[in-house]
């Protein structure tokens, strides 16, 4: 069995039942969130370049310090953000089938990765995040958050070789969906 790597596993473990679907469905939660949503919304918060957290190095292959593309958005449901998404893709990635990733604007990333047959998804690795990991802090930059951990998950979308990973973290209010 391989060591999880910083944490991220590959089963969620003492999930509450309210967010175990959520959390473990390999489809678009851009699909699942717009069929249980009269308003679906896509807000980016951050998009630029950026340095990828420690934890996204590995999976990535990406040198210590390397400026890469980063894309942060909050998905509202019905008025709500219901979940935070953070993406990194490796800065190779954006001569290749990627590019029109730095144009998304407001359209949901999730359409275009399960839309385009050529996209590959990894497997998802879980974890729960407390207030010291980068992507609480930053979820709560643009979001008022008053839980102590949250749910996340991650995987890597391939393309033409190159990889972009994406990690949605679960804020609290997707529960009463």
């Given at each position: 069995m391989?060591?999880?790597?910083?944490?991220?596993?590959?089963?969620?473990?003492?999930?509450?039942?309210?967010?175990?679907?959520?959390?473990?469905?390999?489809?678009?939660?851009?699909?699942?969130?717009?069929?249980?949503?009269?308003?679906?919304?896509?807000?980016?918060?951050?998009?630029?370049?950026?340095?990828?957290?420690?934890?996204?190095?590995?999976?990535?292959?990406?040198?210590?310090?390397?400026?890469?593309?980063?894309?942060?958005?909050?998905?509202?449901?019905n008025?709500?953000?219901?979940v935070?998404?953070?993406?990194?893709?490796?800065r190779?990635?954006?001569?290749g089938?990627?590019?029109?990733?730095?144009?998304?604007?407001?359209?949901?990333?999730?359409?275009?990765l399960?839309d385009?047959?050529?996209?590959?998804?990894?497997?998802?690795?879980?974890?729960r995040?407390?207030?010291?990991h980068?992507?609480f802090?930053?979820?709560?930059?643009?979001?008022?958050?008053?839980?102590r951990?949250?749910w996340?998950?991650r995987?890597?979308?391939?393309?033409?070789?190159?990889?972009?990973?994406v990690?949605?973290?679960?804020?609290?209010?997707i529960?009463?969906?």
């Open positions: 391989s060591k999880p790597l910083h944490g991220w596993i590959a089963h969620p473990f003492n999930v509450p039942r309210r967010l175990r679907h959520w959390l473990t469905d390999r489809g678009s939660l851009t699909q699942r969130l717009k069929a249980r949503c009269a308003d679906f919304r896509v807000q980016p918060v951050v998009t630029g370049y950026a340095r990828a957290n420690i934890d996204e190095r590995t999976p990535l292959k990406l040198r210590a310090g390397s400026i890469d593309y980063v894309r942060e958005v909050l998905l509202a449901c008025q709500g953000n219901v935070f998404a953070h993406s990194v893709l490796p190779t990635g954006l001569r089938g990627w590019n029109g990733i730095t144009r998304l604007g407001s359209r949901p990333l999730g359409e275009a399960f385009d047959h050529r996209i590959r998804r990894g497997t998802l690795a879980y974890l995040l407390g207030s010291r980068p992507l802090r930053a979820a709560s930059r643009h979001h008022r958050i008053h839980a951990t949250l996340a998950r995987s890597v979308f391939c393309l033409n070789g190159h990889p972009l990973m990690t949605e973290v679960f804020l609290p209010e529960e009463s969906l």
